[in-house]
């Protein structure tokens, strides 16, 4: 139920049978859909306009609205006149009722933010992930950040949901362990999820980065921009993308939906590790095009350096570069357009989704001369052309889109209508 | 509800917002999951066993099996002894209770099937699609044809759910029409839903094969294998993928999910019409195979030629040679063999599903070759090994996949658990 800040249990296939629903499961779930509605109406919404919003009888809303104010997840907000008859009451969402922490774990600085309900950045602080770090010292570190922020934000500890952590995949779920990430050495097997909660005391969840940076616009984006099928392009120091079909995540079998590395996107261009050419891993990275643009000439001081904030620093001078005109700096990253194009042709084919997000640290500096490409190239790519349009934009969340996204996994695994949470759990033998 | 044979509307997303749900549509969830479970279970299952597979309540099974008995979709099928107590009666799927025609509309051969509800073909029918006959003239055969196969089984009308049509992508789900097929000159904007519906006085669905194709794995295949999540690699004229999430089947805002013909699986491989190399249109197709075959010296009658007839003939002799250990059609079919590893591991990496099912008509003939490559191949590319295993096998229906799934779409709209029929409806302004 809303309010005890504990995570739902999630069903589990049994022996490849469906289960079925009962009354509180559909409670809950219409809990979460009014609890949406009142959230992507920073106006506010009557119960009247609920009830024609969501399709649930006037009686219902009235029950779930009560439920929701004896919890503080929503406010009553003054009345509006509406033509003959009564006022109607507002219902607005209490921004303070609930808050949720997120730790972005990422292998040159590790973002933890403090969330409230409307998805504001209520405090934020970055802390370094020096590679030479050990898991343990970073898992700490995480913890006191977490520990300094709700102290300092004043909140009460009662309305904190829990943290999250956002990590590059790939994740072994039931562990909550991340898996050998290419980026961040020293990492293999490490159960984030179980130290930190033993450290902290908070309900942990981990995601990928990708999956969290999808949630995050799904949750924390202007009203209505989550909503719907999208694919959420993460560019980090990978790259990887974030699912959403019908405003749910598709995390896959075991929590590693996303992995786009190895997707072909320049058919003539490097060799890969996988044994092909031209894959997103060897042509899209921010290391990839730094390195694309040394080829050329493009001159950095760090030229030919190969730890991770040398490149961090390159790729800022490349965007600066192409930004000011710079033509050698605007070649490569038209090419890489291109590129970003093919692989979200690629996706959107395969899915058929309204619209695509572009997103991450990466992007933030780019995006200007990204979207000045990618949109044309990948509608002549479309296989759906003329049968529905697709939307193209950035993300509004910047550079902090996965901490943002790790600390909303908690709200929407709470408090996010989940078909899958209609479902009744099965008994583990 | 059950036994009307009207197909459910499903909701519309209204202005971003998700719907609420309410007993009715709580019942018919809960109706759906238990007739599953039995469909699943061919020994047949006691309520007691029913309500431990789904979750339910003794009262919700006893009420629920009892519509069902009354609907004639289940039938009481003796008594268990089990333990002291009294013996339970077991409940079986009644396979007469409700029965769907399928047509899939292909550029070589157009097969009609009439099925049951636990999925056999009760009776078929191909007829040719001579590329020269109008659009007109093959929904007129087709309608014939279906009412022909209807009135030889001498099954009771009011037992008929609808009929299906599975054709090549794209198409307009809204005019439920065909969007200009490549390998369908002629078809451009065909409305064969309403035309279909005007002559036979049938409720129609159309969807594309390679949808069709996966709700057929879902619907009709061994039981346990239709569920968690899979892609469907379909090999037609075509290829083109079906995707399941979570026992349900991801079809995309305008239904065009699955297409893959412009994924690159050959870096090194042929320019291709999107002005990318290597990819799967013009890498894996019957088509494409054939010639490289020929290329590289293979020897047919219709060497050279380019209409599906002859490619068909070639392709089929392509196999046969390969089966029968000729090096140079083997070394054609590995090559092949890679690529659609390849392909599968752009798709699993992406949706990380619990398996993968190779199928449709020119995969039957090469399925033993496939087999002893794809999966190999596959493992080293996935992202999740390690993590998970990833099941690959090839579709047990054969070449009739297509026309299978085409009715199978009429029985899983009407019959199978749909989370979105749980949403309450939008009212459309």
Known sequence: MVGDGALRALPLDGAGGRRGTNLPAMGDFNQSVILEAVRRAPQGLSRV???EATGL????????????????LISEAGKEVSGPGKPRTILRLNPG???ALGAHLDPTVTTVVLLDLAGSVIARERIGTPLQQRPDEVIDAIAATAERLLIDSGIDRSRLAGLGVAAPGPIDPVAGALVGPPNLQGWHRVAVRDELRLRSGMEVVVDKDVTAAAVAE???????AGSGSFVFLYVGTGIGAGIVVDGEVVRGSADNAGEVGHIVVDPGGPECTCGSRGCVAVTCTPEALVREWWGLGGRSADRG???TE?????????????????PLAVLVLERAAMRFARLLAVMTNLLDVDRVVL?????TPISALMMSTVPVELEGLRAARGIHPLGVGTSALGDDVAAIGAAALILDRTLSPQTRSLMLPAILA
Chains 1, 2 share one sequence.
């Not at 799904?218 to 209505?224: D, F």
């Not at 040398?310 to 790729?315: E, H, L, N, Q, S």
């Not at 997103?359 to 992007?363: I, K, Y």
């Open 218 to 224: 799904k949750w924390a984006a202007a009203s209505g």
């Open 49 to 51: 306009e609920l009830a």
């Open 97 to 99: 009722g609930r808050f």
């Open 305 to 307: 350096a190969t730890d």
């Open 57 to 72: 009888s006037a009686q219902t809303v009235s029950n779930i609205s009560r439920r929701l104010l004896d919890a503080d």
């Open 310 to 326: 040398a490149i961090d620093g390159a790729f800022t001078l490349l965007a600066a570069e192409a930004g000011s005109g710079d």
């Open 359 to 363: 997103g991450g640290p990466f992007l």
